[in-house]
């Protein structure tokens, strides 16, 4: 069975960091589209990072840009999103998600509903 398990949410003071990790069960992330989405508070779910399913390309949401950098360790199937320079409006709950590539072709993308596998989501809140 495919599943996502998040880890790392926490509290944080404007300025800080922090990482989250997405942890792969049940399958190997090689061939997959991965992404983390947020959702805050009285808001829609937005796509924040991805990965291509080649695993050579990245994209970023313009409000994160240059602050997160998404990483993946397939040796430990697991993906990364490094939080810096924190602002309250980071506050949200973080999910991952992947989709499988279909043979041939690479998939990458922040729309939510290119993905059909989430995890829980890890609570982020910044906050002095």
């Known amino acids: 069975q495919l599943q996502l398990v998040e880890s790392g949410g926490g509290l944080v003071q404007p300025g800080g960091s922090l990482r989250l990790s997405c942890a792969a069960s049940?399958?190997?992330?090689?061939?997959?589209?991965i992404a983390w989405f947020r959702q805050g508070p009285g808001k829609e779910r937005e796509g924040v990072a991805c990965?291509?399913?080649?695993?050579?390309?990245?994209n970023y949401a313009d409000s994160v840009k240059g602050r997160f950098t998404i990483s993946r360790d397939n040796a430990k199937n697991t993906v990364y999103l490094q939080m810096n320079s924190l602002k309250p409006e980071d506050t949200a709950v973080y999910y991952c998600a992947v989709v499988k590539a279909p043979g041939g072709v690479v998939v990458i993308g922040l729309g939510q509903s290119l993905y059909d596998t989430w995890g829980q989501g890890t609570q982020v809140t910044v906050s002095s």
């Open positions: 049940g399958f190997a992330l090689d061939g997959y589209a």
């Open positions: 990965f291509s399913s080649s695993g050579t390309t990245t």
